[in-house]
């Protein structure tokens, strides 16, 4: 039986995520995280930029679909909430939309 659009989403999320903690790589996914649950914890409303910008520069990811799916993976946990979408603030981006997200009401 085919693997269905949500299967194959979910392979790829830990795919990404699982290349990222290998031991090669730098610790982006460990920044990322950690900057995920402090603004978690303050309950401020933010996007993948916002994110992004806390991370230290010099600290890396080894592809760029590490920061989705760390930010996805949040979400299907119930710890995140869209709220609404805005523009990339990154020049980059080509003024692409981002979603915003806050704290769920209710953590899991």
């Known amino acids: 039986?085919?693997?269905?659009?949500?299967?194959?989403?979910?392979?790829?999320?830990?795919?990404?995520?699982?290349?990222?903690?290998?031991?090669?790589?730098?610790?982006?996914?460990?920044?990322?995280?950690?900057?995920?649950?402090?603004?978690?914890?303050?309950r401020c409303e933010f996007t993948a930029d916002a994110l992004r910008e806390r991370v230290p520069p010099d600290v890396q990811p080894h592809h760029p679909n590490v920061l989705p799916a760390i930010i996805q993976a949040a979400a299907r946990r119930g710890e995140i909430v869209p709220v609404r979408w805005e523009p990339s603030s990154r020049p980059s981006r080509h003024a692409s939309v981002n979603r915003v997200w806050i704290a769920a009401e209710e953590q899991p």
């Open 1 to 42: 039986m085919p693997e269905s659009g949500e299967q194959l989403r979910l392979a790829g999320t830990e795919s990404v995520l699982a290349a990222e903690v290998a031991v090669h790589r730098n610790t982006f996914r460990e920044h990322a995280e950690a900057t995920l649950a402090e603004m978690i914890r303050e």
